[in-house]
C-alpha cells in the first residue's frame, strides 16, 4: 500500500481566523504516536487571537452569510464535502499522521464520516420545519401561533483526539447549515485534518469568519480563553466528562447553552442466547477498535455463566489474532494509542488491574518490535476476568485497547450491574432472543442500544448519554434544534 501523500501546510499547522492562515507567537510540536517523533509545529491561539476570532465570528453572523438562504449554505458545505473528496488521500495522511491509525481505518471511518457528517447535515437543515397552533380564547379571541428558527450566534466547538474529522464536522455542519459561525478548537494532539478542513473550507469560497480554527491545549490555553469569552452565545463539546464540568463552570455566568458528549464505561452482555460466534467477533470489535479509543467502545463485558468459560477461550484466541503495527500495513488492526502520555496512563491502568485482582487472559503490557515502535504509544489488546463490579477498572474509563469480562445468571442481575456506572453513554446486546432483547433494550440507562451489532449509526438518530456521559442529544433534528433559537410568533387574527 502507497504511503498517503502529507500536504505541506501541514508542517507547520496555522490557524485560520477572518478568512485567513496566521500564525502566532507561540508554538508548540506535534509528535508522531508510531515513533514519538516530531512530526509538525503547531501556533497556538493565545487569548488576544481568540478575541479576534471571537469578534470576525460575530461579524460574521451578519454580511453575506446573514444574508444567505438554507439552501445557499447547503451548497457551500456540499462544496467543502467535495473538496474533501477530491482531497481524500491528504485527508487520510493527515489523520494516520496524527493519530497512527492504520490507513484503512481512516479512509473507511474517519474521512468518509467526515464527507457524510457535511452532506447529511447540509441536506436536513432544508427539511427543518416549525410548528403551528390556532389557540382559541374564552372571549371568543382566535390566535395563530407558529415557531420561527434562528440561528445561536457563535458557537464554540471544542472536539476530542480520537476521531479528529468526524467529530469536528460533526458539530460543524450542523451548526454551519443552521446559520451560525463557528470557533473550532481541535484537540491539541490533533491539529492537522482542523487544519485541512480549514483549507477545504477557504477554497469553497465560504465568507471569511464563518469557520474558525483555533489550535491550542485547553487549560490557560485556548480551550479555556474560548469558553469563557462573554461574546460566545453557545459550547459544544466533546470529550472527557471532567472537561465536561470545567466548561459548565465557564459559561455558567453567562447561562450559555451546552451540549456535552464525554465519557463512557460501556458494558456488553452476551446472552447464552447469542449467536456465540458472532458475538465474539463483535466484543473484539467493540473494545479494540481505534485502540479502544472510541468512547463507544466496550469495556466491561457480561456473558452467560453456562457459556463464560467457552467465550473467555474463545476472546483471548480472536484477540490474540489481531494484528498490531504500522499504519500502512493493509493487515493491520491495531495502530498505537494516541500519545505516549496516554500510553503511560493505560498502563497504569493495567498495572491496577492486577492489583485489584484481575486475572489476565491475555495481554497486559506492550508489545516488543525491535524497530522504531518501541518507541511509540503502543499497547497490547487486553482481556481481564475476575474483578469485582466496583473495582476502578470497572467504573473508571481507561479509553484503551481493555476488556473485563464477568460471569452471570439472570437477567435482571445483569441489568442492574451494567446500569451500575457513573456512566451511561452505549451498551450492546447479544441475543437472538426478540423478545429479551427490547425487555432489555428498555432498561438499560444509556444513550444508544445496539442489539446484535456495533457502533453503527443513522445520523438522523439521537446520540448523546445519560449521567456522567453527556447533556443533550445530536444528530438529525436534535442537533438542528441545539443550533437553533425558536421563536413563538402569536397573531391575533
Ligand atoms: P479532553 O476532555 O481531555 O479534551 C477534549 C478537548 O477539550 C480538547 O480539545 C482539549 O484541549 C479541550 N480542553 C481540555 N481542557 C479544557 C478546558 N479547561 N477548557 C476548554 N477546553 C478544554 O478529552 P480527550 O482526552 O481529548 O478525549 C477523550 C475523551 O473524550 C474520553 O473521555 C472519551 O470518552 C470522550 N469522547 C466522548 C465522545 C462522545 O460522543 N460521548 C466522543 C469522543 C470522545
Not at 469536528?168 to 490533533?190: D, F, H, M, R, V
Not at 444508544?448 to 453503527?456: G, K, M, P, S
Request: some cysteine.
Amino acid at each position: 500500500m502507497h504511503a498517503p501523500v502529507l500536504p505541506k501546510s501541514l508542517k507547520h499547522c496555522r490557524c485560520y481566523v477572518n478568512g485567513e492562515f496566521v500564525k502566532s507567537t507561540k508554538t508548540f510540536a506535534n509528535y508522531s504516536p508510531v515513533d514519538g517523533k516530531q512530526i509538525a509545529v503547531v501556533y497556538e491561539a493565545d487569548e488576544a487571537l481568540v478575541d479576534y476570532a471571537v469578534h470576525s465570528a460575530k461579524k460574521a453572523l451578519s454580511g453575506p452569510w446573514g444574508a444567505m438562504t438554507v439552501e445557499q449554505r447547503a451548497v457551500l458545505l456540499h462544496k467543502v464535502a467535495d473538496i474533501i473528496e477530491a482531497r481524500f488521500d491528504e485527508f487520510v495522511a493527515a489523520e494516520v499522521m496524527d493519530t497512527g491509525r492504520p490507513v484503512h481505518q481512516a479512509k473507511t471511518l474517519d474521512v468518509y464520516r467526515g464527507i457524510h457528517n457535511l452532506r447529511t447535515f447540509a441536506d436536513l437543515g432544508k427539511q427543518a420545519h416549525g410548528e403551528m397552533f390556532e389557540s382559541h380564547l374564552p372571549d371568543g379571541t382566535q390566535l395563530l401561533n407558529y415557531t420561527r428558527r434562528s440561528p445561536v450566534g457563535v458557537v464554540a466547538s471544542i472536539s476530542p483526539w480520537n476521531l479528529p474529522l468526524l467529530s469536528l464536522t460533526w458539530k460543524a455542519a450542523p451548526a454551519l447549515i443552521c446559520g451560525n459561525t463557528l470557533l473550532c478548537k481541535p484537540s491539541e494532539e490533533t491539529p492537522s485534518s482542523a487544519t485541512l478542513l480549514a483549507e477545504a473550507f477557504h477554497e469553497a469560497g465560504v465568507p471569511p469568519g464563518v469557520f474558525n480554527v483555533l489550535h491550542g491545549f485547553g487549560k490557560d490555553s485556548t480551550g479555556e480563553f474560548l469558553t469563557s469569552h462573554h461574546e460566545i452565545d453557545a459550547v459544544t463539546f466533546t470529550g472527557e466528562s471532567g472537561t465536561g464540568s470545567t466548561i459548565m463552570q465557564a459559561v455558567a455566568q453567562g447561562v450559555k447553552p451546552v451540549s456535552f458528549e464525554l465519557g463512557g464505561k460501556n458494558a456488553a452482555i452476551v446472552f447464552k442466547e447469542a449467536d456465540f460466534t458472532a458475538a465474539v467477533q463483535g466484543i473484539v470489535r467493540s473494545s479494540f477498535t481505534n485502540s479502544g479509543q472510541v468512547c463507544l467502545c466496550t469495556e466491561r463485558v457480561y456473558v452467560h455463566r453456562s457459556i463464560f468459560k467457552q467465550f473467555v477461550a474463545a476472546l483471548k484466541v480472536a484477540t490474540e489474532a489481531l494484528k498490531v503495527g504500522k499504519p500502512n500495513d493493509p493487515d493491520v488492526n491495531m495502530g498505537p494509542l494516541i500519545s505516549l502520555v496516554h500510553k503511560e496512563k493505560v498502563l497504569g491502568y493495567m498495572r491496577l488491574a492486577e492489583e485489584e485482582g484481575a486475572v489476565v487472559v491475555t495481554g497486559g503490557g506492550v508489545p516488543t518490535f525491535n524497530d522504531e515502535r518501541d518507541y511509540g504509544a503502543y499497547v497490547q489488546p487486553t482481556v481481564w476476568t475476575g474483578l469485582p463490579d466496583t473495582a476502578r477498572c470497572m467504573q473508571e474509563e481507561v479509553f484503551g485497547p481493555v476488556c473485563h469480562i464477568s460471569p452471570f445468571d439472570d437477567e435482571d442481575e445483569v441489568i442492574q450491574r451494567a446500569n451500575n456506572t457513573h456512566y451511561g453513554l452505549a451498551a450492546v446486546l447479544w441475543t437472538e432472543n426478540l423478545s429479551q432483547a427490547h425487555r432489555v433494550a428498555a432498561q438499560m440507562k444509556v444513550g444508544v442500544v445496539w442489539v446484535n451489532h456495533w457502533f453503527a449509526r443513522d445520523l438522523r438518530t439521537p446520540f448523546g448519554g445519560q449521567k456522567l456521559s453527556g447533556l443533550g442529544r445530536e444528530g438529525g433534528a436534535y442537533s438542528l434544534e441545539f443550533y437553533s433559537e425558536t421563536t413563538n410568533v402569536s397573531v391575533r387574527i
